[in-house]
């Protein structure tokens, strides 16, 4: 005769995995998180090795001559010392393009003639730091003495600059005309006044050394301003030479 206390013991047991199933899955679990940290392991230090290589890796420089052909500059790299400084002193070497030339002459006028109260410090010395060693002590000594900006913080003059044309001069290595039309506004009785002047500025560059400072190797050797069109305003950073033949 069965006992009846046996056989519900029994069925209360047989529910359970036997042990070594239970290690078995266990095993299982532990391996597949293994491949797994492993695979990401691989992945991230793959990561971590391209990124490295990429941010060893030069900087590529294009120029674009004047006849609009782009060329590579500094394309040597990390390791191939003599090739890399032989194109670098080539490049450094090259004469200045006309495209150059023309860029400079709008850099050095939008930084002279285009000013707020609050910018006039900084462009002007931004723009005396484009001219040669002799146009920079005349013009130094010039805003000086009329104290120009002085004039334009304590009337709050605002110039706007806008370039119609640059020409280069014919027969002349560096030489420049430039056409602009430059708006000066001011506060007069409670009312805004714009006095707009047309003028002819001529600008001749002289060659110097390229330097990161100076890349185009290109300084303003002389400035000269001529009054066009407009009526004359007392607190121009420039004042034309039309404008002193009428006094």
Do not use: C
């Not at 519900?8 to 293994?34: F, Q, V």
């Not at 002799?134 to 009329?146: G, H």
């Not at 030489?175 to 001529?202: C, L, M, P, W």
């Amino acid at each position: 005769m069965t006992n009846p206390g046996r056989v519900e013991e029994l069925s209360d047991i047989t529910p359970y995995t036997k042990y070594y199933e239970h290690d078995g899955m266990l095993r299982a679990y532990a391996n597949r998180a293994m491949l797994l940290a492993t695979i990401f392991g691989v992945l991230a230090m793959a990561s971590l090795g391209l990124a490295i290589y990429v941010r060893l890796q030069p900087p590529t420089v294009i120029r674009i001559d004047a006849s609009g052909i782009a060329s590579m500059v500094g394309t040597g790299r990390i390791g191939a010392g003599p090739t890399r400084s032989v194109s670098n002193e080539v490049n450094s070497d090259a004469a200045p393009t006309d495209l150059e030339g023309r860029a400079t002459v709008r850099q050095f006028l939008g930084r002279y003639l285009a000013y707020t109260p609050d910018s006039v410090d900084r462009n002007l010395a931004e723009a005396l730091n484009m001219m040669t060693t002799n146009l920079r002590t005349f013009s130094m000594n010039k805003l000086r003495d009329e104290d120009t900006v002085g004039k334009i913080k304590s009337e709050h003059l605002i110039s706007d600059f806008e370039i119609r044309s640059i020409e280069h001069v014919k027969g002349t290595p560096w030489t420049y005309v430039v056409f602009g039309v430059k708006e000066v506004h001011r506060v007069k009785n409670a009312a805004e006044v714009i006095d707009q002047i047309v003028s002819r500025y001529n600008v001749r560059l002289v060659e110097t050394a390229r330097s990161e400072v100076n890349p185009s190797g290109l300084l303003i050797a002389e400035y000269g301003e001529q009054q066009m069109v407009g009526g004359h305003e007392a607190g121009l950073l420039q004042q034309s030479a039309l404008d002193k033949d009428r006094r």
